[in-house]
């Protein structure tokens, strides 16, 4: 556990000199524009996301973009999605919309209900502490992907989508953090400035906020910072598996659902969606890397050089 | 020892008991009725639809449909299959309603190739990650070092069905170097068997393996820098005999632990893996059930899987606690 | 370093083994011409992705014809022309002597059976055998299969099954051991195609053991059951109380018959097109070419050679309900007609060689009377010019907003692929969509029942046989629509004129004589506009390299598996 909080300045100058990690910032910035500005970005290729190219697809061969690399062209950056003619490149960034989007929110309510059942297990009694870490044990053990699978096919199309994935993998997903959370919060509880702020009649609330809270930042954004790439291949493989999204809507993940049929006649419809998950996990893997180092640089580094 | 032996294992069977709970409630929401999936479309009646419904045992209140199958589960109940009654002997998991059959056997004829699956890869993984990694670790810095340490953040960042599709796609398809991977049974033909699975295996190993790797080299380099380690060397003791006895036993022991809950994860991601595969485990199964909405086989499903998991989360802390003798079993 | 990694060694040795492997192996394939009399021997494959229709219990199955992997295992009374083309969509007697003795007024049908028919288990079939395989049909346990039987024998709509009434159905005669006699409602003059269901299959009634029938139901055709894991693979075995003396229809060349179920699309057709090893004796009876093995036809004579093309009826479109606005007024639904872009909803199933656009309800069958028209020439992208127009005269010149429902999956070709197509192409003729998925597996439930009908809906039928009449009459006929649920009339259709055309046309029993009118009934409905017809499909199947005599027939639209041989 992090003995003094490194100051925002030192951490930031800890994570510019790895270049790994700024490596992996930068992608992971461009990512996240991707996303913002899917859009205008579309809007600039001139093309939009929902309409229907017959003539720039094969009907005869099944719906193959007509054109090597998937049909990519001036107007196309990316080519076209076989069968409709869509314009692929408005399809991705979509695609980067939806990884992202459900990827940061199940991160965020991950963190959320760690922390807060983190925080009650560890200043609480211990009935509390018991029954809470065998809950924290419960939500471990569960399959995610299956009672995904589950959760997902249960509820009515109604609910958008998206918001509902992030819920349900950030309802499923929240042991791990509310194990350090609670872990964490042990240890600081018995530290003289936590004895001090009790003695001096703060109440168990102020003592949480204002005391405990600050020093769970280090440990629980270190793993925050590596959740969410394990909430992006969530995502995508619920999406695969086509519980995800639904047409029309577009993910990475539904994309590859159909990479069998179109391998062989328009491998960019496959290469793309899996490189950008490759990319988008690895770029926020890196960043997370950098900053469970840069604020705790006693940890051992993977591709530290010296000893 | 025995005392926390005994409170893990209650606590394991409190966890399967809500786990099933959950299950139950969760298909009292569906909006999908099962009954209606087995009556099918053109020939329903309203009629029809109860009769199926009661043979089911849909129409009783939740808590008594799933008070009886906890009644099953230890000591086995009668069910109604239209002119005969069945008994289903304890653990009594029910009946598909798709399928007419125990799910009991409909999991135990499936778990063999999950099995295979699992156990294959593990043999993979836990080789070749450690053995990567200790090298990793005594060519610290060295061009193996570097090259691995990429090659682990690389496979740390695919998710198992993208390499396994596109292992699939390039091996099977484009080069047709091997056929795809079907299903033969181990006591029907051993080598087919291997043959069928190897990519399968090599995948999953590879997902795997990164954090294998990038562990056993970590507590190599720990265990290296240790005091003991350097009285050994010095006391003259061979390189071969001061790694592999001294040095492996300290970088090891919360791989095992690791490795136990690996084993776990692996049988719950078998859903993907299977899909990408074509191969007929219980992760198939479990994918079909979900979209027939056939309770009894998802109940199954998710207390064997529940049951892999706390079964091996339950070794893996008795072999930390065990291994480690800093650990206090408190 | 140096510690041996055993497991390297053994990888790459394994590795090895399977390079080599596979690089030989597979019988070469046998040039000889085939002939029927020297066909037998070898082992049929068989890959699919589903398991034959999920129950193999001759009472739920719901097939035309009788089915592909199901006929080799239930004969019925009359089945399928076992023949290339037009032929094939006849009707032909299977276990009884001709195809029907009609009364005067086609109410009652008499069928005798023929001699030397037996069970898989040595005992004779019966005519008692055929009645109580249909009357299992009726029971709740069992559900499943066409519903024509129950409405169209006299008073057996409300019997519950065999095993809560032994009485049976009275409307079923069996005079004696080898005659069975059907009283009817109403005229039918199609009832030898109905005769040709698989609930028309004997199942004697000692070895019924109710909803696990299925695990082993008994064969009266030319294979028996050896193993069974369903869902995942299934062994056929020679039937030995089976031979061609008593059944003129059936070859059955193989010797034993192995299916996988549960293979990815794109892998069987990958495994039938390169046929190394087992594969070249492989077929499949639900996976059409995809667009790898489509791309290679033109440069793959050999290839080319091995698929084979078929259209089995099938119709798919958009159903409304033509009593409720705005689809009460004409002009709308011919907006709808117009604005239709029939090339992109033929992409968005797998392309031209998969499906052909439809202007008419019935397929481009002969046997169906299919007639060419296009009242509402929409060309190949739609006329959203004219659609506007239709719609600006109907009161709508800023266009309207619908719901349109589909499957939540593509599997049945109604799903979101579809729906979107039709939505991109609504939009330039002025018409929102709004799209609302629906769960595939209560789809077919909600939508027909017209309580929860949605306001516009993609639908498919097929044709239960190939008639006319199973085709338009659910659809059309004003007395089928059920408000209760099981309801095909989704247009809420009912034209007095049509109804009493219907009646007319079931009296005839000559089948050309009944096509020619029914074709005739399509192109007046359909001037009403009560649907817009998507497109028809057709299949395209590959067949392994050692296979022979896969032809197709106009029934089915796909290879025979009691016709083909491996030798």
């Not at chain 2, 071969?240 to 040095?247: L, W």
């Not at chain 3, 009646?503 to 009934?521: F, M, R, S, V, Y």
Request: net charge neutral; proline share 6%; charged share 15%.
């Amino acid at each position: 556990m992090t003995e003094a909080r490194p100051g925002f300045r030192v951490f930031l100058g800890r994570f510019r000199t790895d270049r790994a990690a700024v490596f992996g910032a930068v992608v992971a910035g461009l990512l996240v524009l991707l996303a913002l500005l899917a859009p205008v970005l579309t809007a600039l290729e001139g093309q939009d996301i929902s309409s229907f190219h017959n003539d720039l697809v094969d009907s005869a061969r099944g719906g193959v973009p007509i054109g090597p690399l998937g049909g990519m062209s001036g107007q196309h950056w990316l080519g076209v999605e076989p069968q409709t003619g869509r314009d692929l490149f408005a399809r991705v960034a979509q695609g980067a919309q939806i990884s992202l989007l459900v990827a940061v929110s199940a991160t965020v309510v991950q963190v959320f209900l760690g922390v807060v059942v983190g925080l009650a297990a560890g200043l609480g009694s211990k009935l509390l502490d018991t029954v809470l870490t065998r809950l924290a044990d419960i939500a471990i053990a569960f399959p995610v992907i299956i009672f995904s699978l589950a959760l997902l096919t249960i509820v009515p199309d109604s609910v958008p989508r998206p918001l509902l994935l992030a819920v349900v993998i950030g309802v499923l997903g929240w042991g791990g953090t509310a194990r350090i959370a609670r872990g964490q919060t042990l240890s600081l509880r018995t530290r003289d400035f936590v004895a001090a702020a009790r003695l001096s009649g703060a109440g168990g609330f102020r003592v949480a906020r204002r005391e405990i809270l600050p020093g769970l930042a280090a440990p629980v954004i270190t793993y925050a910072a590596l959740l969410l790439p394990t909430n992006v291949i969530t995502e995508a493989a619920l999406s695969f598996l086509g519980v995800g999204v639904r047409p029309p809507t577009s993910s990475w993940g539904q994309m590859l659902s159909t990479a069998t049929t179109w391998f062989r006649s328009d491998v960019m419809y496959v290469l793309i969606p899996a490189f950008m998950v490759f990319l988008t996990v690895l770029s926020f893997t890196l960043m997370g890397e950098g900053v469970r180092v840069a604020l705790d640089p006693r940890t051992t580094r993977l591709t530290r050089k010296a000893g | 020892m025995l005392g926390y032996a005994v409170r893990r294992i209650g606590g394991a069977a409190a966890v399967l008991l809500i786990m099933s709970a959950v299950v139950y409630l969760l298909f009292y929401l569906m909006p999908a009725n099962p009954a209606q999936l087995v009556c099918g479309i053109k020939t329903c009646t309203p009629d029809r639809l109860a009769v199926i419904s009661h043979s089911l045992g849909l129409d009783e209140p939740l808590y008594l449909q799933y008070w009886h199958f906890l009644v099953g589960l230890v000591a086995g109940r009668d069910i109604s299959m239209g002119p005969s009654t069945v008994h289903c002997a304890a653990p009594c998991l029910g009946y598909s309603f798709q399928y007419t059959e125990p799910v009991l056997q409909m999991i135990l004829d499936r778990l063999p190739v999950s099995g295979s699956l699992v156990v294959g890869a593990a043999v993979l993984w836990l080789s070749f990650g450690i053995g990567i990694g200790v090298l990793s670790a005594l060519r610290r810095g060295r061009w193996v070092d570097h090259t691995v340490n990429a090659l682990v953040l690389g496979g740390l960042a695919v998710p198992i069905f993208i390499t396994g599709l596109l292992a699939l796609m390039v091996f099977c398809v484009y080069l047709q170097w091997i056929p795809f991977p079907t299903w033969v049974p181990l006591d029907q033909d051993p080598l087919l068997w291997a043959q069928n699975l190897i990519l399968p295996w090599i995948v999953l190993a590879l997902t795997t393996m990164p954090v294998y790797v990038r562990m056993s080299r970590a507590g190599m380099l720990e265990t290296l820098a240790e005091d003991h380690i350097r009285t050994a060397r010095a006391y003259g003791l061979p390189e071969r005999q001061v790694i592999g006895r001294h040095a492996l036993r300290g970088a090891l022991s919360p791989l095992i632990t690791l490795a136990a809950l690996d084993v776990a994860a692996i049988l719950t991601s078998s859903v993907l893996t299977e899909s990408v595969f074509g191969l007929p485990g219980i992760g198939q199964l479990t994918v079909q059930a979900v979209r027939n909405v056939d309770l009894p086989v998802v109940v199954g499903l998710v207390l064997l899987i529940g049951f892999v998991i706390v079964v091996c989360n339950t070794i893996a802390d008795l072999l930390y606690a065990a291994v480690d003798k800093r650990v206090s079993v408190s | 370093m140096t510690w041996r990694r055993p497991s390297l060694l053994v990888a790459g040795l394994l590795l090895a083994g399977t390079v080599t492997a596979c690089g030989g192996g597979g019988q070469s394939a046998s040039t000889a011409a085939f002939d029927p009399n020297n066909c037998q021997g070898g082992t049929l494959e068989i890959l699919n992705q589903d398991d034959a229709g999920s129950h193999l219990d001759p009472a739920r199955l719901y097939t035309s014809g009788g089915g592909n992997i199901p006929s080799l295992l239930f004969r019925t009374l009359t089945t399928r022309t076992r023949k290339a083309g037009a032929d094939g969509a006849k009707v032909a007697p299977d276990l009884a002597t001709d195809t029907g003795e009609p009364n005067a007024d086609a109410t009652v049908w008499t069928y005798h059976l023929r001699d030397g028919l037996k069970f898989e288990d040595g005992t004779p079939i019966t005519s008692a055998d055929v009645k109580y395989g249909i009357e299992r049909g009726f029971a709740a346990e069992l559900p499943g299969g066409a519903p024509y039987l129950h409405d169209w024998l006299v008073d057996a709509q409300n019997y519950p099954g065999p095993y809560k009434d032994p009485n049976g159905i009275a409307a079923i005669e069996t005079p004696d051991a080898k005659t069975i006699v059907f009283h009817l409602n109403s005229p039918h003059g199609d009832f030898p195609y109905l005769a040709t269901a698989t609930q028309f299959a004997p199942v004697p009634k000692a070895k019924d053991t109710g909803a696990d029938y299925e695990k082993h139901p008994i064969s009266s055709g030319p294979y028996k059951i050896e193993t069974y894991d369903k869902g995942k693979s299934m062994t056929l075995v020679r039937n030995t109380d089976w031979s061609r003396a008593v059944d003129p229809n059936r070859l059955a060349c193989p010797d034993r018959i192995e299916a996988t179920y549960g293979l990815d699309s794109a892998v069987i057709n990958q495994r039938l097109s390169t046929g190394t090893g087992n594969d070249a004796n492989a077929v499949t009876t639900d996976t059409s070419l995809g667009p790898s093995e489509l791309a290679q036809l033109d440069n793959n004579p050999d290839l080319a050679k091995r698929v084979a093309k078929g259209g089995f009826p099938y119709t798919y479109y958009l159903a409304f309900d033509n009593t409720k606005a705005p689809f009460n007024d004409i002009k709308v639904r011919e907006a709808f007609s117009y604005a239709v872009d029939r090339t992109s909803a033929v992409n968005a199933v797998g392309g031209s060689s998969l499906a052909y656009p439809a202007t008419t309800f019935l397929p481009n069958n002969k046997t169906m009377g299919y007639q060419a028209f296009d009242y509402f020439p929409a060309g190949a992208n739609g006329d959203p010019a004219k659609a506007k127009q239709l719609l600006a005269e109907a009161g709508f010149p800023n266009g309207l907003t619908i719901t349109l429902a589909h499957r939540s999956d593509d599997s049945n070709q109604d799903g979101p692929a579809v729906a979107t197509a039709v939505q991109d192409a609504f939009k330039k003729a002025g018409i929102t969509v709004k799209l609302q998925s629906i769960d595939s597996d209560s789809y077919g439930t909600t939508v027909n029942n017209p309580a929860t009908q949605p306001q516009v809906a993609v639908e498919g039928w097929g044709a239960d046989w190939p008639s006319g009449g199973p085709f338009i009459i659910p659809i059309f006929d004003g007395r089928q629509y059920l408000a209760g649920g099981g309801n095909f009339n989704t247009a809420h259709f009912d034209d007095k004129a049509v109804n009493a055309k219907i009646d007319e046309i079931n009296k005839i029993t000559d089948p050309d004589q009944a096509a020619q009118q029914w074709g005739q009934l399509d192109s007046e409905i359909m001037k009403q506009a009560p649907v817009v017809p998507l497109y028809h499909t057709t299949q395209l199947r590959l067949y392994g390299k050692n296979v022979k005599n896969a032809f197709v027939s106009d029934w089915t639209g796909v290879y025979d598996l009691s016709q083909v041989s491996v030798k």
